[in-house]
């Protein structure tokens, strides 16, 4: 457990597609009695068929943090718990997440999840034929999404919890 988790704070997850980010997004809800927002939710939920490709994907995921910071600040200034399920998968994602912290006085934890490619495409392929998630992702497009992904390095200054 991350020493946030007996408090308020705010709660963010490193991982590539399919490493597991929304399942410990889950569990962390329940043991944090934390409000769940989910990136893929929203984006689906206001841009249906509208993103096809990487580029739609960052300028509509730019829209939407942009629309939400003040709101996500403005809770945890509040003594909320917060879980976001927004990926924290480069250095300028985990700068905008631990921003919202640093904005509102908080603490947080950045979970990182370390899996494997390969265990990530096999995950990947079962959710596309499940349908649990709002969007489908290719082989291809994990590769290339992947491609952009780093884990946290110690100059980022971040907390974090290995998982």
């Not at 995950?123 to 349908?131: H, P, Q, T, V």
């Amino acid at each position: 457990m991350s020493e946030i988790q007996s408090g308020t704070g705010l709660h963010f997850l490193c991982g590539k597609i399919a490493s597991g980010k929304s399942t410990l997004a889950q569990q962390l809800v329940r043991e944090t009695q934390a409000v769940l927002l989910s990136e893929d939710t929203w984006l689906a939920t206001l841009y249906p068929g509208e993103i096809l490709q990487l580029t739609d994907y960052i300028e509509k995921s730019r829209l939407l943090k942009s629309a939400l910071e003040p709101h996500l600040v403005a809770l945890l200034q509040k003594g909320m718990t917060l879980v976001l399920d927004f990926p924290a998968n480069t250095p300028v994602q985990r700068r905008w997440l631990k921003g919202l912290a640093e904005q509102a006085g908080c603490r947080y934890c950045c979970y990182v999840l370390d899996v494997s490619d390969e265990e990530c495409k096999q995950r990947l392929a079962a959710r596309n034929l499940s349908g649990e998630n709002p969007f489908t992702t290719s082989a291809e497009q994990f590769d290339l999404i992947t491609a952009h992904f780093s884990y946290p390095s110690e100059e980022e200054g971040l907390v974090i919890s290995r998982r």
